[in-house]
């Protein structure tokens, strides 16, 4: 009696697993099946990923031989006047170039996509944008600028397609963004309420809904630039 | 008294839950691989692989220079500590724009009203090409440069600079030139605009440099 109750109850579970199997098959044929298309764009994706994760990888080595070259310079400049003299000086330099880390009051600068249009991409937030941010923050006496943690050096570069921001060699980066200056905050402020200033910004604020704002800070933290510092070609005169 | 659950009850059980667990993640799996994909140019993605490449070639040299420094100063000795320090602050000297600098690179000359968006367009544009100097007719550039308008044109880092405009920039000469080409190009379709063009040299000499001003606000 007993046996069969359970071979009932098997039947009833065997019934319901097949069941829910059908229903999942017939779930997943109703979408569009991956044409070659998307199977193509899936694979670049991989690619773009990982490279983002090799690019992750060596950028964070960077930041650690930095660290452990300064650490070795320090041991070396206790053991002579002139090394340490040397080191000061290059302290200075390395500092202006972002290659530090570096404290201070200053404006955090919120950015993030609108709603979409009708077909147009200018309810994302570009890389012109974050330019046109990080340039008004020099402006107003910016010391140091991130952007998502990313920091700017006196080489920067910003590019990317519409809704994707590249720094320099750095990953691409995707809304929201931050930008984060440490500098003259009564300025930075000012400007960045300025309604004069970033005039394309705000109209597409007001149009397609891009978040914008703005916040002062008595005491922020930019971490140091993790990137390369090339001049293969440029030599002094 | 309340009936205990039989155990073929709890078997039945656990196995319409998991039936319901595995229904629901694979059909969320399809729709999230459907989402992420959506609106994704493939276009688009392979000059990002290209970009990613090239900006990883740059890491991985710039990180193995930072290894043999590390391994030179892991012999202890202070000249080679001092020889790195002076070597770094050679370099850092070109890159902030305090010294005068020579090297291959384009003239870019523009006749037009260019404003100061479409000034700090095109010195981005040089930047992304890898341009390591940059120069507005006499005025050397750094990313901090604050490019103005005023009410007779454009100020840069508070100097007035007038047109026609001539941008030096000293870097790699191959992607500088492809990028001075493009953006001639583009600029020679844009009615505001006279005259564009470039030149390729093999040594430019910029001698401007950039006033640093020190930190005010931001300590290490």
């Known amino acids: 009696m007993t046996l069969r109750r359970t071979g009932a109850y098997l039947l009833v579970a065997l019934t319901a697993l097949t069941f829910g199997y059908l229903i999942t098959a017939q779930l997943r044929a109703e979408l569009p099946v991956p044409s070659n298309r998307v199977v193509r764009t899936e694979a670049?994706?991989?690619?773009?990923?990982?490279?983002?994760?090799?690019?992750?990888?060596?950028?964070?080595?960077?930041?650690?031989?930095?660290?452990?070259?300064?650490?070795?310079?320090?041991?070396?400049?206790?053991?002579?006047?002139?090394?340490?003299?040397?080191?000061?000086?290059?302290?200075?330099?390395?500092?202006h170039a972002g290659v530090t880390q570096l404290r201070g009051p200053g404006v955090v600068v919120d950015l993030g996509n609108g709603r979409p249009g009708a077909g147009a991409t200018d309810y994302l937030v570009n890389f012109q944008d974050i330019q046109d941010v990080v340039n008004l923050l020099f402006q107003g006496g910016a010391e140091g600028v991130a952007v998502n943690g990313h920091r700017i050096s006196p080489l920067s570069s910003f590019s990317g397609p519409a809704g994707t921001v590249v720094i320099d060699q750095g990953n691409p980066l995707n809304a929201p963004f931050q930008v984060v200056a440490v500098g003259n905050r009564n300025q930075m402020e000012h400007l960045m309420g300025d309604a004069s200033k970033l005039g394309g910004l705000r109209n597409r604020q007001r149009a397609l809904g891009l978040a914008l704002s703005f916040q002062g800070s008595p005491d922020l933290t930019l971490a140091p630039y993790d990137s390369a510092l090339e001049t293969r070609f440029a030599q002094p005169a | 008294?309340?009936?205990?659950?039989?155990?073929?009850?709890?078997?039945?059980?656990?196995?319409?839950?998991?039936?319901?667990?595995?229904?629901?993640?694979?059909?969320?799996?399809?729709?999230?691989?459907?989402?992420?994909?959506?609106?994704?140019?493939?276009?688009?993605?392979?000059?990002?692989?290209?970009?990613?490449?090239?900006?990883?070639?740059?890491?991985?040299?710039?990180?193995?220079?930072?290894?043999?420094?590390?391994?030179?100063?892991?012999?202890?000795?202070?000249?080679?500590?001092?020889?790195?320090?002076?070597?770094?602050?050679?370099?850092?000297?070109?890159?902030?724009?305090?010294?005068?600098?020579h090297g291959p690179g384009v003239v870019v000359t523009v006749d037009a009203p260019l404003t100061p968006l479409d000034l700090q367009d095109a010195l981005d544009n040089l930047r992304v090409a890898g341009a390591e100097a940059l120069a507005l007719n006499d005025?050397?550039?750094?990313?901090?440069?604050?490019?103005?308008?005023?009410?007779?044109?454009?100020?840069?880092?508070?100097?007035?600079?007038?047109?026609?405009?001539?941008?030096?920039?000293?870097?790699?000469?191959?992607?500088?030139?492809?990028?001075?080409?493009?953006?001639?190009r583009a600029l020679r379709d844009d009615p505001r605009v006279h005259s564009a063009g470039y030149r390729a040299e093999s040594d430019l000499v910029i001698r401007s440099t950039v006033v640093q001003r020190p930190f005010v606000y931001g300590s290490a």
């Open chain 2, 139 to 184: 005025q050397r550039l750094v990313t901090s440069s604050v490019i103005n308008g005023d009410s007779e044109g454009v100020t840069v880092d508070g100097v007035s600079v007038r047109g026609p405009w001539t941008l030096w920039a000293i870097g790699d000469p191959t992607r500088l030139s492809s990028a001075a080409d493009q953006m001639t």
């Open chain 2, 1 to 101: 008294m309340p009936s205990r659950p039989s155990l073929n009850a709890v078997v039945v059980g656990l196995l319409s839950a998991l039936l319901a667990f595995v229904a629901v993640v694979q059909v969320r799996s399809q729709f999230e691989v459907e989402r992420s994909l959506s609106g994704v140019d493939p276009t688009t993605l392979a000059f990002l692989i290209d970009d990613l490449h090239r900006a990883n070639d740059t890491l991985a040299r710039d990180a193995g220079a930072l290894a043999a420094r590390r391994a030179a100063l892991q012999g202890g000795s202070n000249q080679e500590a001092a020889a790195q320090l002076n070597a770094e602050a050679a370099q850092l000297r070109v890159v902030e724009g305090l010294v005068p600098v």
């Open chain 1, 44 to 95: 670049l994706v991989r690619t773009v990923q990982d490279l983002e994760s090799t690019n992750a990888g060596y950028r964070s080595q960077i930041s650690s031989l930095r660290g452990q070259i300064d650490t070795l310079e320090a041991q070396a400049a206790q053991r002579s006047d002139t090394t340490q003299r040397l080191r000061d000086e290059v302290a200075g330099l390395r500092a």
